[in-house]
């Protein structure tokens, strides 16, 4: 029996999570499109292209962020669209609290994360 495509788009948002929860930088990279466009809208000068561009971003929050755990807060998938809610939480290598909140919209392809617009912002504590 073959898996609807709105729970299979919901998978790659699953191990995502998982991904960035034990540190796995393949297991993450492989989440995306090798031709994935990230945007953030609020903050351009931070979008990327191509899923080598993801590794060497993750790559540095993981050395920065040891101990980062993510949590999918909550999600929609209609189609190859999703919508997310995440919480990115640790501690920076420097002592200070690395939390961020915010919401992604993702477009999905072949069990990947084609392109997403992330909105994450610091949570001011």
Same mark, same amino acid.
């Given at each position: =029996?073959?898996?609807?495509?709105?729970?299979?788009?919901?998978?790659?948002?699953?191990? =995502?999570?998982?991904?960035?929860?034990?540190?796995? %930088?393949?297991?993450?990279?492989?989440? +995306?499109?090798?031709? +994935? $466009?990230?945007?953030?809208?609020?903050?351009?000068? !931070?979008? &990327?292209?191509?899923?080598?561009? &993801? !590794?060497?971003?993750?790559?540095? %929050? +993981?050395?920065?962020?040891?101990? %980062?755990?993510?949590?999918? $807060?909550?999600?929609? %998938?209609?189609?190859?669209?999703? /919508?997310?809610?995440?919480? /990115?939480?640790?501690?920076?290598?420097?002592?200070?609290? +690395?939390?961020?909140?915010?919401? &992604?919209?993702?477009?999905? !392809?072949?069990?990947?994360?084609?392109?997403? !617009?992330?909105? =994450?912002?610091?949570?001011?504590?």
């Amino acid at each position: =029996m073959n898996t609807p495509p709105h729970q299979s788009n919901l998978s790659v948002l699953l191990k =995502m999570e998982a991904a960035i929860d034990a540190h796995d %930088i393949d297991a993450l990279v492989n989440c +995306f499109a090798n031709d +994935f $466009v990230g945007e953030q809208p609020v903050h351009p000068e !931070r979008n &990327v292209t191509g899923a080598e561009q &993801v !590794r060497k971003n993750w790559t540095g %929050i +993981f050395a920065q962020v040891p101990d %980062i755990q993510a949590k999918l $807060v909550t999600h929609t %998938i209609a189609g190859d669209i999703g /919508w997310s809610e995440w919480h /990115w939480q640790g501690n920076q290598t420097n002592g200070t609290a +690395f939390n961020l909140r915010g919401a &992604v919209v993702t477009g999905l !392809r072949e069990n990947t994360i084609a392109w997403a !617009r992330l909105y =994450m912002e610091p949570v001011q504590i």
